[in-house]
């Protein structure tokens, strides 16, 4: 089977690998759609932490269920997708329900070789139905799952402003599902093509250009005087998310989606004096998968709307390059497999 590798930062190759042999609980997947994520091109552009060389990237998947070993309620032809994250189902995380944060936890594509190849096999435990969705709105649900996670993390209630620094897919994402629980939406970020597509497709009617050097006194205005009751940090950019706590109401809650390499470097007393509370948001669990197949199946959200680019797998690798340049107006591409 044809597979695409990312042998170093800067190359992607196509390497002809054995299709998969059915073990034991597992199964195989014939994939259809890939959607390329913020960590496929921060490998690509070697700044991904916990990542090691070569490596399949890929885990915004969904194809045709193959085969199969254990796995009540499927059948052979059944479109799904499937959680990315696998777990040893004994740690404690585990134990507690957050195999999201699994002690030994390993990602599809980033510590494991991920689905961007013809043929994937995976835990059968971790297959997810596709419920009516169509192949590319399935691979669309794990970035919306991210986001789900981060707001459910966050705890919004209705009439909260909330600031998302970032508007890549992840925050985008993070942006609907705080809209779906009542919040009042701000977000900021670098790139005017996105925060066109925030305005305009999504809806959001506070809108901040990273780089204003009056950042502090157009929140201020936007809240009223109050500041964001919880910020969001989906920019996974070291100064953006040093900076972010500045942006925080007092008792408010600082969410961590993005991820970077270095320390968080801020003040401490303006941290206590706010008695603020610090939160990461890794990954997402069944619970949010599923919230969002309902969001997507009752219209609630919109994730083709993301879709900006679409490539067959062939043409996969010479588009990476096109994906990380922030002229390129992408938002989100999807690799076809036929």
Same mark, same amino acid.
Request: proline share 5%; glycine share 10%; with cysteine.
């Given at each position: ?67 199969? &070993?254990?796995? #009540? ?5 059944? &479109? ?39 043929? *994937? ?36 209630? #209705? ?32 790139? =005017? ?39 969001? &940090? ?10 972010? =706590?500045? *942006?925080?109401? *007092? ?17 401490? #007393? ?32 919109? #994730? ?35």
């Amino acid at each position: 089977m044809k597979s695409l590798v990312c042998t170093k930062p800067g190359e992607l190759r196509y390497t002809d690998l054995p299709e998969p042999l059915l073990q034991s609980g597992q199964a195989i997947v014939r994939i259809r759609n890939i959607c390329i994520c913020g960590t496929d091109l921060h490998a690509f552009e070697g700044t991904q932490p916990f990542f090691d060389y070569p490596r399949i990237l890929g885990h915004e998947l969904s194809g045709e269920l193959v085969e199969f &070993d254990k796995a #009540p309620g499927f059948r052979k032809g059944d &479109d799904v997708t499937f959680l990315p994250y696998l777990n040893c189902g004994e740690c404690i995380a585990c134990r507690s329900g957050k195999t999201n944060c699994c002690v030994k936890l390993q990602v599809s594509g980033v510590h494991i070789d991920g689905g961007m190849a013809e043929y *994937y096999s995976i835990p059968t435990h971790l297959l997810v139905q596709a419920d009516g969705l169509s192949l590319t709105e399935m691979a669309m649900v794990e970035p919306f799952s991210i986001g789900a996670h981060g707001i459910r993390r966050a705890a919004i209630r #209705p009439g909260e402003f909330v600031l998302v620094m970032g508007a890549g897919p992840i925050g985008m994402c993070a942006l609907e599902f705080a809209r779906l629980a009542g919040a009042e939406l701000i977000v900021t970020d670098i790139n =005017l093509h996105r925060l066109d597509f925030c305005k305009h497709t999504l809806g959001v009617p506070h809108i901040i250009h990273a780089g204003a050097a009056n950042m502090i006194e157009r929140l201020m205005e936007i809240t009223r005087g109050d500041m964001p009751a919880v910020v969001i &940090d989906a920019s996974g950019n070291r100064k953006a998310i040093n900076q972010g =706590l500045n *942006y925080l109401a *007092y008792g408010g809650r600082y969410i961590l989606i993005g991820l970077q390499k270095e320390e968080l470097i801020f003040s401490h #007393p303006d941290f206590h004096k706010r008695e603020a509370t610090l939160m990461s948001s890794r990954n997402a669990t069944r619970e949010d998968f599923e919230r969002v197949i309902q969001c997507i199946k009752n219209g609630m959200i919109h #994730p083709l709307s993301f879709i900006t680019d679409r490539v067959k797998f062939d043409e996969a690798a010479a588009g990476f390059p096109n994906w990380l340049n922030s002229s390129s107006h992408t938002i989100k591409a999807v690799v076809e497999l036929d």
